[in-house]
Nanobody
Framework: QVQLVESGGGLVQPGGSLRLSCAAS????????MGWYRQAPGKQRELVAT???????YSADSVKGRFAISRDNAKNTVYLQMNSLKPEDTAVYYC?????????????WGMGTQVTVSS
């Protein structure tokens, strides 16, 4: 099993920056890839960015050029650097990990961290 703990959320003014962290523990050797999702009030959870074991990254169009996902393998941590934040980026941000299971794959989620963009 993989456990995920997010940190780094908070209140920031429009145009500001935040860096979210996601620390993985447990069966980290089985992780195939990790990502960040977000869910705003009254909306469905949406994919923000992903990073594979090989380092390939993906960012949703809504955050491309403003957000960047990266990882530190030595710390088993994935980051989401968020720049030029907008009020519409306000959401709970969740860390996700896809890992190998005995059959197929397994998904793990963190508890989420609140990001509020407001003046």
């Amino acid at each position: 099993q993989v456990q995920l703990v997010e940190s780094g959320g908070g209140l920031v003014q429009p145009g500001g920056s935040l860096r979210l962290s996601c620390a993985a523990s447990g069966s980290i050797f089985s992780i195939l890839g990790m990502g960040w999702y977000r869910q705003a009030p009254g909306k469905q959870r949406e994919l923000v960015a992903t990073i594979s074991n090989g380092g390939t990254t993906y960012s949703a169009d809504s955050v491309k050029g403003r957000f960047a996902i990266s990882r530190d393998n030595a710390k088993n941590t994935v980051y989401l650097q968020m720049n030029s934040l907008k009020p519409e980026d306000t959401a709970v941000y969740y860390c996700n990990a896809i890992s190998k299971a005995a059959v197929g794959v397994r998904e793990a989620w963190g508890m989420g961290t609140q990001v509020t963009v407001s003046s």
